[in-house]
């Protein structure tokens, strides 16, 4: 299965409240307090720049850093903080980029711990255990978050949960145990759309449709979209998500047209930092536009950090081109692996009956250059 992409949101320095100078916990303070605030007077735009920040930062997020902002954000003994105290390494003393006489002793942000800061700790957490490449410690953590979640119905909480919803699947998928969770995803997606949670409904529908295009079950994930109540999409990293599924399930039901399309919207709409994510929206709108009868322009393979990448899709339109058959085996076989793995080699099959029409054309063409005095007489 290809990688899914984390397409990263940017921030201008005039909106972060980071700052270079100060040390790693001291900005999760911030972070905090700024998710207490959000809590406290209902606004989500606060929530939502708490996330942000704290993508900005999960490079710097160490065990003893993770560790000693539970102790400032948990009450010490309580549920939540003996779980996820339980998920991060301790570390060493010379690592710890904390105030220790300070975090010690200072209390959490607020008297009664807010809903949204106690599943924001279950969110910086997941984070790190999948940055330090702790799968199945961050399968574990993503269940608790969810199971916790449960139980929460607040808007202000809706953005941190469609991060956790994401981060829970990628868990699984590291592991290959994708088909586990299929079911708890239906579930919440049901409950998101009675709680009328909007961008879960968006972040869990990609998730779902994911899932079923990995098992190749391409029914029930037209099935499962036609259904899907509709509404405006809130996030543009989730509705070009959404396009690029919509763009695949569209190529396999042969409906060519409505794909590229879609394949090519996902691909423009894209931020620029998710060259993932475009590479394999061209990939597929490459592939369409050739089962069209069309041939891309030379300057889609010539994208600035994409032409290693599109190289075999470049060769294959080359020999689609010019009606070369056994050019076009010779590439198929060439990069066998990288259309397997892309998941794109039945398309390239379907190919293989534009390749012998252009073929032919060429050769009627060829002929009808020939006039007749330079028939040779039997």
Known sequence: MTQDVEMKDNNTPSQSIISSS?????NLKEIAALIDTGSYTKEVRRIARAVRLTIGLRQKLTGS?????????LVPGSE?????????????????????????????????????????????????????????????????????????????IDVIASRLYFYYSLSYEQTGDLAEIRGTLLALHHSA??????????????????????????????????????????????????????GKIRTIQLEYTDAKESLLQA??????????????????????RLLLGEIPERSI??????????????????????????LFRTVQEKFLDTFAQDRTHNLIVRLRH?????????????????????????
């Open 22 to 26: 100060t040390s790693t916990m001291q």
């Open 65 to 73: 850093v993770l560790s000693s902002f539970l102790d400032f954000a």
């Open 80 to 156: 939540a903080h003996s779980r996820l105290s339980s998920f991060v390494p301790k570390g060493d003393e010379h690592d710890m980029e904390v105030d220790t006489a300070s975090s010690a002793t200072q209390a959490a942000p607020s008297k009664h711990l807010p809903a949204e800061l106690e599943i924001y700790c279950y969110f910086i957490v997941l984070l790190f255990l999948i940055d330090q490449k702790k799968y199945n410690e961050a399968k574990a953590c993503s269940s608790a978050s969810i199971a916790r979640l449960k139980n929460v119905n607040r808007r202000t």
């Open 193 to 246: 759309t009675l709680r009328h949670d909007e961008l879960g409904q968006e972040t869990l529908l990609n998730l779902l449709l994911r899932n079923y295009l990995h098992y190749n079950l391409y029914d029930q994930a037209e099935k499962l979209r036609s259904k899907a109540p509709r509404f405006e999409a809130h996030s543009n990293q989730q509705f070009c998500r959404y396009l690029f599924y919509l």
């Open 267 to 288: 691909a423009r709409k894209a931020p620029i930092a998710a060259l993932g994510f475009r590479i394999q929206c061209n990939k597929w709108a490459i592939l369409v």
């Open 301 to 326: 393979f010539t994208q600035k950090g994409m032409e290693k990448a599109l190289r075999p899709y470049f060769e294959l339109t080359n020999a689609v081109r010019i009606g070369d058959l056994e």
């Open 354 to 378: 534009n390749v012998i029409r252009t073929g032919l054309r060429n050769i009627s063409i060829s002929y009808s250059r020939i006039s007749l005095p330079d028939v040779p007489k039997s």
